[in-house]
Nanobody, 121 residues
Framework: VQLQASGGGLVQAGGSLRISCAASGRTFSRPVMGWYRQAPGKEREFVAAITYSGSDTDYADSVKGRFSISKDVAKNTAYLQMNSLKPEDTAVYYC???????????????WGQGTQVTVSS
């Protein structure tokens, strides 16, 4: 599966941003989509995941209540709506696709290129 992320940018603290990830190829083999992020000097961490139909989602505790993942099934595109952004949300955000457990643990999955999100204080 090929993943194309877009929509990153610079936003002030408290602001909102939406990033997108379009999947193509054998998407049925990688039904779950998600997002990870990696801040400078830190390890990559799980952010959110969504099932193929969009019926189930999961979030990291650090973003619960502020971020929302959704999916347009017809477009094979996942979105991450980020609200109430904080400077500590600054990171490169990576799109990922795989099976549910694989996406949650970042294993045996396909990865897209990252998109930079910068939150200024």
């Amino acid at each position: 599966v090929q993943l194309q992320a877009s929509g990153g940018g610079l936003v002030q603290a408290g602001g909102s941003l939406r990033i997108s990830c379009a999947a193509s190829g054998r998407t049925f083999s990688r039904p779950v989509m998600g997002w990870y992020r990696q801040a400078p000097g830190k390890e990559r961490e799980f952010v959110a995941a969504i099932t193929y139909s969009g019926s189930d989602t999961d979030y990291a505790d650090s973003v619960k209540g502020r971020f929302s993942i959704s999916k347009d099934v017809a477009k094979n595109t996942a979105y991450l709506q980020m609200n109430s952004l904080k400077p500590e949300d600054t990171a490169v955000y990576y799109c990922v696709a795989g099976a549910w457990t694989d996406v949650l643990f970042g294993t045996n999955s396909d990865w897209g290129q990252g998109t930079q999100v910068t939150v200024s204080s």
